[in-house]
């Protein structure tokens, strides 16, 4: 049983920063794609970034291209998204994403394990 766990979440002023993490636990990763997506109140959810687990290729959005980044520390399990000089805009819940895909995947149908989100809010 795949189990994602996200942290790292809090509250943040305009231009600050924070780093989510998320534990991925129940196998090994290597034939997987592992993203970051968020979802504010009244919004569908929003792919972030992604890459994946055996040659690290790396995907981002437009919204977060040199503001995020993504990075994976395979000997813990652990996916990281830095995210810098965050944005009111920022606020929502973050999640983070498995997909048995050996390439970047962008859209949430394309992953199959999520963990359970951890809320983000960016002052103004």
């Known amino acids: 049983q795949v189990q994602l766990v996200e942290s790292g979440g809090g509250l943040v002023q305009a231009g600050g920063s924070l780093r989510l993490s998320c534990a991925a636990s129940?196998?090994?990763?290597?034939?997987?794609?592992v993203g970051w997506f968020r979802q504010a109140p009244g919004k569908e959810r929003e792919f972030l970034a992604a890459m994946t687990w055996s040659d690290r290729s790396i995907y981002y959005a437009d919204s977060v291209k040199g503001r995020f980044t993504v990075s994976r520390d395979s000997a813990k399990n652990m996916v990281y998204l830095q995210m810098n000089s965050l944005k009111p805009e920022d606020t929502a819940v973050y999640y983070c994403a498995a997909g048995r895909s050996i390439r970047v995947v962008t859209t949430p149908s394309q992953y199959n394990y999520w963990g359970q989100g951890t809320q983000v809010t960016v002052s103004s």
């Open positions: 129940g196998r090994t990763f290597s034939s997987y794609a």
